[in-house]
C-alpha cells in the first residue's frame, strides 16, 4: 500500500500526468506549448506543478538564449520511466468514457 | 491529451487510487477496514471518495445486515479493469523511493 502511496504523492493533482504526457508526448516541450496541451490549466498552476516535477526529478528545465528567452522541459531518465503508466492510463481513460457515456 | 485527462478525471486526488487498490488486494472490503488501509484519510474523505468511485461505476456497495450494520465495497467489471495500472504505480512507486531516497 505504500509505494502506491509514494507513486501518488508525486502524481496527485489533477495535472501532472497530463503535463507528463505532454512533455513525454514530443521529448522537449516549451513551457508555453505546455499551456495550450493541458486543457484549462492556469500560468500559476503549470509553473507550481512543474516546479514539484523538478523537485521530484521527474523533468529538467532549461532556459534557451532566445528573444524573448523561452524554457524549455525534458523527462529525465527516471520520467521517462512512466511512460507504461502514461500509455495505460490513456487506453483507460478511452475505455472508461466508452463504459460511462457509451461513445 | 484528453483520454489522459479523462482517466485523471475519476483517478484525481492523493486518495483514489489507494483507496482501489485496497478494495482490490483483498477483493471485498468493509469501510472500516478501507480507512484503517489508507493512512491519513478521514472518515468524511473517506465516504466522499468512495461515492465518486460509485458514481464512476468504479465499485458497487453492499450494506450487511449484522449488527452493528456494516457497509461492503467490491470492484466491478469496470473498476477491476485498473489492475494493471495499480500493479504499474506500485513498481514505480518502488522505483522512485529509491531514486529519490536511496532505499
Known amino acids: ?5 509514494d507513486s501518488m504523492d508525486v502524481l496527485y493533482g489533477k495535472w501532472k500526468i497530463s503535463i507528463i504526457s505532454s512533455i513525454c508526448f514530443y521529448n522537449k516541450r516549451r513551457f508555453s506549448d505546455i499551456l495550450n496541451d493541458v486543457v484549462g490549466i492556469s500560468n ?38 512512466l511512460q507504461t503508466i502514461i500509455n495505460n ?15
Open 1 to 5: 500500500m505504500m509505494a502506491i502511496q
Open 89 to 103: 492510463l490513456t487506453d483507460w481513460g478511452i475505455k472508461h468514457r466508452l463504459e460511462i457515456i457509451g461513445k
Open 44 to 81: 500559476k498552476m503549470l509553473s507550481k506543478e512543474l516546479k514539484e516535477l523538478e523537485t521530484n526529478k521527474l523533468i529538467t528545465r532549461t532556459v534557451l538564449d532566445t528573444q524573448p528567452i523561452t524554457v524549455q522541459y525534458q523527462l529525465t531518465e527516471h520520467g521517462k520511466s
